[in-house]
């Protein structure tokens, strides 16, 4: 596959990243494609509290262990800049940080939220590259309430019936 020059300069992509699975992986993939640098907000510990996730969530140095390691096995991490994120705004409200946002379509209306204040603030609206949900084998999203239910595997494979 030729390598074409990305897009942007700077997007911003976020999430928990908890049971890091094939929809975080492609999510991000498609920030790397879209965008020269990547700059990932994820969550912190208080901020997945404040989320009311239906399930427990690992703390976050696991998860940023393994998002890290995903990166250095793609050759990516000097690409990526990861930040704590404490509310959903991160780092997207500051003049010129950011020109696009990486979002999956569940999270979508967030995105949304953010331009709307961005106008608010006199800023630019920011593009806006939505990632449909990736289908378990049962054609139901990959979700990582889903796996810690034990419902589905990080690849979407079907666990029980």
């Known amino acids: 596959m030729p390598r074409h020059k990305p897009k942007f ?3 911003a992509v976020g999430g928990t990243f908890d049971e890091f699975h094939k929809g975080h992986r492609t999510l991000l993939l498609k920030a790397f494609e879209v965008g020269e640098r990547v700059l990932i907000g994820l969550c912190t510990d208080d901020f997945v509290k404040k989320l009311g996730k239906p399930h427990v969530v690992a703390p ?3 998860r940023l262990e393994e998002l890290k390691a995903f990166l250095g096995e793609r050759g990516l991490i000097n690409r990526a800049e990861i930040i704590p994120l404490d509310d959903v705004y991160g ?8 020109e696009a946002l990486v979002v999956s379509r569940e999270t979508e209306p967030t ?3 953010i ?3 961005r106008r608010k603030r006199g800023l630019a609206p920011l593009a806006i590259i939505v990632v449909e949900m990736v289908p378990a084998e049962n054609h139901v999203p990959i979700s990582t309430t889903r796996i810690r239910m034990g419902e589905i ?7 029980k019936t």
């Open 9 to 11: 300069k700077t997007v």
């Open 111 to 113: 995105a949304i939220k």
């Open 153 to 159: 595997d990080r690849e979407g494979r079907l666990l």
């Open 115 to 117: 331009n709307e204040e």
């Open 91 to 98: 780092v997207t409200l500051s003049p010129g940080c950011v």
């Open 60 to 62: 976050y140095e696991q």
